[in-house]
């Protein structure tokens, strides 16, 4: 006589679906339908930038996320960590200069040294100034450029002077006078070769021809090490004016 054999609780059935075959099926449809919300949050958010970057409210939104983003950078520092000190120098006036029967408005020396001599006495490591002082075809831009690089190399501390024009004409041009080369610092960021969009910070820049490179302005500030508490100073000024 056949007996009958009770199925113990708990116990699966042949055509049940084992657990972790359940779990992993389970697992793989959240994966699919978290990608497919994603690239859909993705598409929604390109088609809200593209619609609204070039509008005066795309604008005020960007400017309000950098700015809120630099907040939070500098709370989380201290006056005291500053490695470097940008100092604006857009509100210094431009003046007029006659270069070839036509004026060109740079920015006036003397102030400059003012600012130069006030730092030095902070004892930064190395005061670097983001101007182009490239002389022209003429010489000097300035009658008072001369004695400007001359009181920055006399300085205790290394003072570099910004060029771009002048550095296809070598070291002994790049100021003027071969004595003002070791002043002289490229402040000019390249774009490499097909790649639009981004650039590169390159340490020391050489043209064809030369037997010597000369430093850019940031890789001759980077290059000396940090021993106070204004380590490295630099006077920036916006496009329009040398």
């Known amino acids: 006589m056949a007996k009958r054999i009770k199925r113990s609780v708990g116990q699966a059935s042949p055509t049940s679906r084992p657990p972790q075959l359940s779990l992993q099926r389970d697992r793989q449809r959240r994966i699919k339908l978290d990608f497919a919300a994603g690239v859909v949050l993705s598409i929604l958010l390109i088609g809200c930038n593209v619609a609204v970057e070039r509008t005066d409210f795309g604008e005020q939104l960007e400017q309000m996320t950098y700015n809120l983003l630099q907040t939070r950078l500098l709370s989380a520092r201290s006056g005291e960590d500053l490695k470097v000190t940008v100092i604006d120098i857009n509100e210094l006036p431009l003046v ?6 036509r004026l060109v408005r740079v920015t006036p020396r003397k102030p400059l040294q003012d600012i130069v001599e006030v730092l030095a006495q902070e004892d930064p490591k190395a005061i670097g100034i983001d101007i182009d002082f490239s002389p022209d075809e003429r010489g000097f831009i300035t009658e008072d450029d001369p004695s400007f690089f001359q009181f920055c190399l006399n300085q205790h501390i290394p003072v570099f002077l910004g060029i771009y024009e002048s550095l296809a004409q ?25 790649a639009e969009g981004t650039v590169k910070m390159v340490e020391r820049i050489q043209p064809a021809g030369l037997s010597e490179s000369c430093p850019s302005l940031a890789a001759a500030l980077a290059t000396l090490r940090c021993k106070s508490k204004y380590s490295r100073a630099v006077f920036h000024r916006q496009k329009g004016g040398e």
């Open 96 to 101: 007029q200069v006659n270069r070839a029967n």
């Open 170 to 194: 070598g070291p002994d041009k790049w100021l003027g006078k071969p004595e003002f080369k070791h002043l002289a610092a490229y402040i000019t960021v390249p774009r490499p070769q097909g």
